[in-house]
């Protein structure tokens, strides 16, 4: 097992950066977007400043391109930028190829923007799964150290059931396997969280935190704890700003995207101060380490 034994791990808190309208249940809800990014991201950085807590913001590359100075503005405070693609294409719409050139393409907009290169990945829409396994070969031979994007439990929309809850190298020949021990070759995968090992409750972010009272995240942080795996929580700034909303999208879509939004910064606020927090690369830095 991968698991350090002693102290509490530090877990991992992370922003996926997007225009809030590129998500794909709103996407064809959206007539007139008011683009909040700029606001949306200063609540969340004066956030995380109230708690000197350093987090990963993986960034579309087309949003780096956009708003160059609120990238390196993220980045002078000290947080990680890794990358959320170019364009915001799920994995499932691209050939290696493409894939690959969306990686050139983000990795060269946040390196413009931040003066860094960045070294973490995450797909949109967690689209990293069975399909889409060559990615982690993409990754593994790009300039990138670890991929943040499989989600290990299956839903309608993404996931891969019985995938490793903690973070592992990912081999070649079996991606989903945790393989670490004296593993030469392979990327780091951190997966995002889920409570429990049988019963596999999401509880990283998004959604999920909207909807889970704030006792449930903390008794499932905890029970994370106990096994030696740091939690890996995913935010969208677009989920900090009640202020947006979209004309009248159906049911479903409503609910997931916006339910529990006032209250996304209370709860984040609450998990901050009773758990310590890091970036993602460091999670993955640790695993690489204990393995290499
Ligand atoms: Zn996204």
Not at 83 to 103: I, K, Q, V, Y
Not at 183 to 200: K, W
Not at 215 to 221: C, D, E
Request: charged share 25%; proline share 7%.
């Amino acid at each position: 097992m991968t698991r350090s034994s002693g102290h509490p791990p530090t877990h991992a808190v992370s922003f996926d950066l997007e225009h809030w309208h590129s998500a794909t249940l709103l996407a064809d809800e959206v007539d007139d977007p008011v683009d909040r990014i700029r606001e949306s991201v200063t609540t969340v950085l004066d956030l995380l400043a109230r708690h000197d807590v350093c987090a990963t913001f993986f960034v579309v590359g087309e949003v780096a391109a956009d708003y160059p100075d609120l990238i390196r503005d993220i980045a002078d405070a000290g947080h990680e930028i890794g990358s959320h693609g170019h364009t915001h294409t799920p994995l499932f719409d691209l050939s290696p190829d493409a894939f690959e050139r969306e990686l050139r393409e983000s990795s060269a907009a946040i390196e413009r923007a931040s003066g860094v290169e960045p070294v973490g990945f995450r797909a949109p829409n967690f689209s990293v799964t069975r399909e889409t396994q060559w990615a982690l070969r993409v990754l593994a031979s790009s300039e990138y150290r670890y991929d943040s994007s499989v989600f290990p439990v299956k839903t309608p929309m993404y996931g891969v059931s019985g995938a490793p809850i903690w973070p592992y190298i990912a081999t070649e020949a079996d991606p989903f396997r945790d393989r670490s021990e004296g593993t030469e070759d392979g990327i780091v995968e951190v997966p995002v969280s889920v409570a429990g090992s049988r019963l596999r409750v999401p509880i990283a972010g998004g959604f999920y935190v909207r909807v889970l009272p704030t006792w449930v995240l903390k008794r499932g942080i905890e029970n994370l704890e106990r096994l030696g795996i740091p939690a890996v929580l995913y935010f969208h700034p677009w989920e900090f700003n009640p202020e947006i909303r979209v004309g009248s999208p159906p049911f479903h879509s409503r609910f997931v995207s916006f339910h529990g939004i006032e209250k996304t910064e209370a709860k984040l606020d609450r998990l901050l101060d009773s758990f310590e927090w890091g970036t993602v690369e460091a999670v993955a830095t640790r695993t690489a380490e204990r393995h290499r």
